[in-house]
Each structure stands twice: as C-alpha cells, then as structure tokens.
C-alpha cells in the first residue's frame, strides 16, 4: 500500500513583501500601527491607521481602503485609492474596495516544482497532489503507483524501460491538456503549466465588499471569482476539477504551496499551505491569510498552538470579541479552501471598465485547475 505524508514545507514563515509583519490587535479593540520586521533587518514602526474600538468589519469604509493598503504591499499589486461601486452576488448594491493584480506581481515564494521527470525523483523535484482530506508528495514512486493507488490499469504516465515520466512540456501542450475535454494525445500525463506561459499583460482585478453584507442562508462560493485574494496577490481558487482530471488520466499536480498555473487565471491556491503569505495577529489566534470575496478576513486552519477553533459554523467561520467575525480555511487535503459565504460576493473583473455585477454573472467559461 502507498504510504503518504504531509511534506513541511521548507517554504514556512514567508510573509507579504519578505518580511515578517506583526499587527498588534489588527482587527481588535486598538489597532494603532503595524509593526514591519524585515529579515535581519532592524525592527522600525510604521503608523498605518487609527482603527479604535472596531473590527475589521465594522470599519468605516474609507478606512477599509487604508486597512487594504496596509496589507497588500507587493510589487504589481494596487490597491484604488477609493472605493468602487458595484452589485454583489445577492442583488445588494454596494461598494467595493478594488485590488489590481497582474501577471508578474511578486508571489514571494518560490513557485514549483511540479511534475517529476522520473519514477526515481524524489519528493524534493516534485510537488504535491490532494485526495480525500490528505496531501500526498507526488514524487516519482506516487506516479509509479497511480494504477494501485486509483485501482485501474488504465494509469501509465511513465516509460516502464526508463522510467522516464511524460510531461507536458511547452504551451500548446499545456493547453491541450489542461482543457476539460483533454486532447486524447495528452491523456496519461502529468500536466505542468508553468509562470512564463501566461500572458504577462493579464490583469486581474478584485472587487470585494467593504462592509458585508449577511445573507439568510449559507451561499456557494462563485467560481469566476474563487475564494478570495492573499496578501502576496495570489488567488485562491475554486475545488480544482479533481474528477475531470482524473477521468483523462491526467495528473494536474500542486506544488509545495498549494498552486499551479492556468493560462486564464495565473498561479493560484487551491489549498493553503505552511508557506502562504502570512500576518500574525498578537494571540494564541490562527495568523491572516487575505480577504474573502464577500468581505470578511480568512484566518489559518490552526491556530498557533496547533489547536483547531471548536465553534465554528458550516461555512468555517466564527465571531471572536476581539477579531470580529472571520474563516478559518480549510485543511489543504480537501481541495476546498472554503466551504460557503455567509455574505453577498463580490466579483473578479479583466477590463478596468467593467463594473462589479456577480448578481449577474452566468456559468462560469469552462477551465481547468
């Protein structure tokens, strides 16, 4: 039988822009500056905001725009200086703070690698793949094993005289393989998409809630806009199409940090991982992760003694006194960073003149990963 584990990431502690970045009670009661640490660099303050006696959801809107700035520091990421108007996912017209992200913004982290090129290679030339709640190094011994690990036959992504593994290798052959009706040259592959293949003119833009707006009932996550936005500008996205994939014989695999490449969409999380950018908040509390697309700050799964938090709701959120409602992500296994919204979404926009209207968005254009 396969035995998998959980790698640790030798990616851990990486932070927005390099640094390690401490907020002392930065959705509480007195949240007065933030506190940059830069690596061996001499610890310096930097007064950021005023935000007394507020949650981060309570704010008041202009400072959201502040609070935004604050957080998403990379290069290639801008923040608007004022807050955008645009229609949620439940009809409520709102207004949004805007966050423009392009192609070649800095992750921060090292991305990759990704497939192996060879059943010998071990976990460190590989990345990782996600299966029933648990992450599995997908290392050359894993591919070897797909036929036993998955019970069909079918499964041959390597030479069996060399052991050599077929990946793609180039663009169209990215494209090829990465659609949902998986070009039948392409099936029995391990399929890796790298940066360097997406547009370096592709601009993202995220538009997101600047004060929530709850629903009645639990709400599914819109798969144009996925999840929400990380502090290093990466998106985390919808489930990947795990039985898509799967159905070609093809291995879209992860890397280390959770993510991988798709033409439309650039690198993106599809789990959070030890080294996704972080922001510790001054408590025994799970560190920050980014915005949710309906407004509200997602938190790490754990907090920092390792703890899970008992009382949180379907969606994985709970409402703590001092940091105001928020998620906690999903474990990476599960391949869902978050299970539902208890709020109206915001979008996700290509065009800087188009307006925010998720209330009116249709199925999504079919993609894959």
């Not at 502690?13 to 949240?31: D, E, P, R, W």
């Not at 660099?41 to 959201?64: F, G, I, R, T, Y």
Request: with cysteine.
């Amino acid at each position: 039988m396969l035995i998998s584990y959980r790698r640790q990431s030798q990616n851990s502690n990486i932070f927005v822009h390099g640094t390690s970045i401490l907020i002392g009670k930065i959705l509480g009661l007195t949240f007065a500056s933030l506190l940059l640490t830069a690596c061996n660099e001499p610890a310096k303050n930097q007064v950021v905001a005023h935000l007394n006696d507020k949650h981060a959801d309570e704010l008041h809107l202009d400072e959201k725009v502040l609070l935004a700035k604050s957080l998403y520091k990379t290069q290639g990421i801008i923040v608007a200086d004022k807050l955008v108007p645009c229609t949620l996912s439940g009809g409520a017209e709102s207004m949004c703070i805007s966050i423009k992200v392009n192609a070649e913004h800095d992750v921060v982290h090292k991305m990759g690698p990704w497939c192996p090129r060879n059943v010998a290679d071990s976990a460190d030339l590989a990345g990782i793949w996600l299966d029933n709640d648990v992450v599995y190094d997908a290392d050359g011994m894993f591919v070897k094993d797909l036929a036993t690990f998955y019970l069909d036959d079918d499964w041959q992504l390597y030479d069996p005289k060399t052991g050599d593994i077929k990946v793609t290798d180039s663009k169209e052959a990215c494209m090829a393989a990465a659609r949902p009706d998986v070009d039948p040259k392409y099936q029995n592959y391990c399929v890796e998409c790298l940066p360097s293949y997406v547009d370096k003119t592709l601009e993202t833009t995220y538009l997101i809630p600047a004060q929530p707006i709850v629903t009645k009932h639990a709400s599914r996550l819109n798969p144009h806009s996925g999840v929400g936005l990380a502090f290093n500008g990466v998106r985390l996205d919808a489930p990947a199409p795990v039985e898509a994939i799967l159905g070609a014989h093809t291995l879209a695999v992860f890397d280390d940090c959770g993510g991988h490449v798709n033409l439309h969409a650039g690198y993106h999380y599809h789990a959070v991982t030890e080294c996704s950018a972080k922001i510790a908040v001054a408590t025994d509390h799970a560190a920050m992760l980014g915005f949710a697309m309906d407004g509200y700050m997602l938190f790490s799964h754990f907090n920092n003694d390792g703890s899970l938090s008992p009382d949180l709701d379907t969606c994985g959120g709970h409402d703590l006194a001092d940091l105001g409602y928020h998620y906690h992500v999903n474990q990476p296994g599960k391949n869902q960073i978050l299970s539902c919204f208890t709020a109206q979404q915001g979008c996700t926009v290509d065009d800087d003149r188009a307006r925010c209207d998720a209330k009116g968005m249709g199925p999504p254009p079919p993609r894959a990963g």
